[in-house]
């Protein structure tokens, strides 16, 4: 099996090359930084800097996962451009490849978020419900999504990834976290009553690689534990595993005049379900937050 992956130096692509190279497949992956590929994604990855470097070599599947971090810096007008050009753009760009191809892959697995919905605050979300406020994160996650869908008409199943946080010991947001937490300034954000809709590492990738492998799938699936928890629980349970206290809540007006807008998304939460995901029959491995991040704690 041929896959071509874009965004797979990042957290969740870096663990998929691994995950599909231990399983003896061809791995493509689309880079701007080809000569790091191997590096981070294993010796048998193969990297491109552009896709017409591939010719018509069979591909069958596309996992497209490429996208700068959103929440790396506040959302200037420069930097809105930059997440919105890493995802529209380049999802435009992948689309108009792939109708050029003679040979289609059958499947296009494309990132999403949870953010999709906006701030959902206490409703809760199956991939059934519309978004619930209109925000700039919203806005990104549906023009992406709508991107990706255009591939439907070249006969190609689509699969969109509403991710929700990713718990994983070699980066992402929780990464971000411990410092403070380590150093006991940790604790709860704003009020700690948004929701987090959260999955473990090797949930995620189980849960692509599924749904590359069931024909009947396709459309939204919301990428998350069945059971999201609120900040505050979060922050108490990620104290405990790491022996530290986690009290002091960051408030909610340093964050806005910190960070602006990208303030409304540590402050906005979804209690996002994976209702399509148990329903096709996927398992997770992890439902329980203080199991995911005992699993994690010695790497932490």
């Not at 949870?114 to 700039?136: A, H, K, Q």
């Not at 799938?217 to 405990?240: D, I, M, W």
């Amino acid at each position: 099996m041929h896959i071509l992956l874009t965004g797979g130096t990042g957290l969740i692509g870096r663990q998929l090359c691994r995950h599909w190279l231990a399983k003896g497949y061809r791995l493509s992956v689309l880079s701007r930084r080809p000569e790091r590929v191997r590096e981070l994604c294993g010796e048998g990855v193969r990297a491109v800097a552009v896709l017409e470097e591939l010719g018509q070599e069979p591909i069958d599947a596309v996992i497209n996962l490429a996208g700068a971090p959103i929440a790396d810096r506040p959302w200037t007008r420069k930097r809105k451009a930059v997440l919105w050009s890493s995802r529209i753009t380049l999802t435009e760009t992948l689309v108009a490849w792939l109708e050029s191809r003679e040979q289609k892959p059958s499947v296009l697995v494309s990132g999403s978020a949870v953010g999709w919905y906006g701030d959902g605050g206490e409703r809760e979300l199956t991939e059934e419900s519309p978004p619930v406020n209109d925000d700039f994160a919203s806005h990104l996650c549906i023009a992406w999504e709508e991107t990706a869908q255009r591939a439907q008409a070249l006969g190609i199943r689509v699969v969109l990834v509403r991710t929700g946080l990713v718990l994983a010991a070699e980066g992402g947001f929780l990464s971000r976290l411990l410092l403070p937490f380590k150093m006991a300034l940790g604790g709860p954000i704003g009020n700690g009553r948004q929701w987090m809709p959260w999955i473990h590492i090797k949930d995620q990738i189980a849960l692509i690689d599924f749904l590359v492998h069931q024909n009947a799938t396709s459309g939204p699936y919301n990428a998350c534990a069945p059971h999201p928890v609120r900040n505050a629980e979060f922050a108490k349970t990620l104290g405990q595993v790491l022996h530290r206290p986690a009290f002091l809540p960051l408030p909610a007006f340093v964050l806005r005049v910190g960070l602006g807008e990208l303030s409304l998304l540590l402050l906005g939460g979804q209690r996002a379900t994976p209702a399509r995901l148990l329903a096709a029959g996927f398992t997770f491995q992890f439902t329980d937050l203080r199991a995911a991040l005992d699993d994690l704690s010695a790497r932490l």
